[in-house]
């Protein structure tokens, strides 16, 4: 039975609303939720069985298993042409005049595909999901159209992607109105996939500052908790914006620039890169990278080899695991933080840390999970992506006063957080007084983490303080 939140959610938001607990089905979630909600949304309007087997029977069909490959090319070499769901990615090959496609799933990165599909869909530059028609291009064709250059003898012919055209960053401000506050975080908790009667308000304005770096350019963050906290849920399955480094080697041609092949890096692609497991991280050339992102993290520019002065928006998250038990105040934090993280040059240019902790483990589905409508994660991806272009410096300025012994750094800080923060509660720029003062208080105590970190590590240089918020009449 629908409850009075699930019956507005579907009432202003139609067709992007989405019945959240279908979505996590396991026959469909096999793909992020991104995809499984797009598919629901766009091919399932009454949510019948029938129509909720057919979208798990198309990603059954279409998706890969990762043991699956060898009888999906045995399918394409014997039929000549084949459908494949996965994330499609176009680089370009200038030496060969080319474009080349990488997919995943069939662990094929030199596929041919022409001129015209990465053109209508320039976000294949960066990775998009869809279904792509392959076709089987053997022998001397395939020679004549690389220059008699190895390469592997497949071709996208056709693509539909994955991605909501009914986007309108205006009417999801507007559609704020319909809901009072603690509706509408109810409504932005539900859609990232979680019970928020499962959480405290601070609770959930903590889950909610996960989403600050997708909608607010250049804001680094770091959040550190035990597992099961759904730390890495939301930028793995809510966004095709973001990049995860799960632990494993990171390369500076990866992250910034690929000087031999001319492609721009994760860093410049990308809205949040994620360093997942951030004890676990490697870097290739350690020097090099920390040198490079301690600059990018003070006004997002880098350079590397012939790429001079490049600048992004991208947004920057460590994660990392640590044990409850042995937490009881943030400054314990740091034995969990690599050594590269373990300076206070670093630490000081990460905006906020969130402390993890203080979010109970998802562990029953039931209890943890969301079962109500919400919005549909392709959309909510897309409406945050658009508002990193809207500006809210003004209105933060107006309302918002720093109380405290406030740094450059500090400053610069709270006002990207909260900016982030307001864009999420209140996109319609209409606050509530006393409701903003509660949602900045918890934004500057993020930045206050990261003060007392800095402390810790060094009080000659970073004497203890308290910094402050308050919202003007």
């Known amino acids: 039975m629908s409850s009075p939140l699930d019956s507005k959610v579907r009432r202003v938001f139609g067709e992007v609303a989405v019945n959240k607990k279908l979505a996590r089905m396991s026959s469909i979630s096999r793909v992020p939720a991104f995809i499984s909600e797009y598919l629901l949304t766009s091919r399932c309007r009454d949510e019948s069985p029938s129509c909720v087997e057919e979208v798990a029977r198309l990603i059954a069909e279409h998706h890969p298993e990762p043991g699956e490959r060898e009888r999906f090319l045995g399918v394409l070499k014997e039929r000549g042409e084949l459908k494949i769901l996965d994330e499609f990615r176009v680089r370009v090959d200038l030496r060969r005049n080319m474009y080349l496609l990488q997919i995943p799933s069939l662990q094929i990165n030199d596929a041919l595909v022409p001129e015209s599909i990465p053109r209508s869909y320039e976000r294949m530059f960066s990775g998009l999901w869809g279904l792509g028609l392959l076709r089987y291009v053997p022998g001397s064709s395939a020679g004549e159209k690389v220059g008699r250059r190895s390469i592997t003898p497949v071709e996208l012919v056709d693509f539909e992607p994955f991605q909501s055209d009914l986007v309108d960053a205006k009417f999801f401000a507007e559609a704020r109105s319909e809901f009072t506050t603690e509706e ?44 099961a906290t759904g730390k890495t849920f ?10 995860i480094y799960a632990g494993g080697v990171v390369t500076p041609a990866r992250l910034f620039f690929d000087a031999r092949l001319s492609i721009p890096g994760d860093l410049a692609v990308n809205d949040v890169v994620v360093f997942d497991e951030i004890s676990r991280v490697k870097f290739s050339n350690s020097d090099e990278i920390v040198s490079k992102l301690k600059d990018y993290m003070v006004d997002g520019f880098f350079e590397r080899g012939a790429l001079k002065r490049a600048h992004s928006t991208c947004s920057l998250v460590f994660v990392g695991n640590i044990d409850l038990e ?25 905006h906020g840390f969130i402390p993890g902790w203080r979010l109970p483990k998802i562990l029953s589905s039931d209890r943890h999970l969301a079962s109500g409508y919400g919005l549909a994660s392709d959309y909510l991806a897309e409406v945050l992506h658009r508002l990193r272009g809207e500006a809210f410096s003004s209105l933060i300025e107006e309302h918002v006063e720093l109380l405290g012994h406030y ?67």
């Open 234 to 243: 939301i930028y793995r399955n809510l966004t095709y914006y973001s990049r």
């Open 326 to 350: 042995a937490v009881d105040r943030e400054a314990a934090a740091l034995d969990y933080l690599p050594s590269f993280m373990r300076d206070t040059a670093f630490l000081d240019r990460i």
């Open 407 to 473: 740094t450059i750094r500090d400053e610069r800080a709270v006002r990207r957080l909260a900016s982030g923060v307001v864009k999420l509660v209140y996109p319609s720029g209409e606050v509530e007084r006393q409701t903003l003062s509660r949602i900045l208080k918890l934004v500057v105590g993020l930045r206050n983490n990261i003060v007392r970190l800095l402390s810790t590590m060094s009080p000659s240089e970073y004497p203890p303080k308290e910094l402050d918020v308050a919202v003007r009449a």
């Open 184 to 227: 509408w975080v109810d409504l932005l908790v539900t859609s990232v996939g979680l019970n928020p009667s499962a959480y405290t308000f601070e609770q959930k304005l903590l889950l909610l500052a996960r989403l600050i770096p997708l909608a607010e350019p250049n804001v680094n963050i770091l959040e550190l908790g035990p597992r």
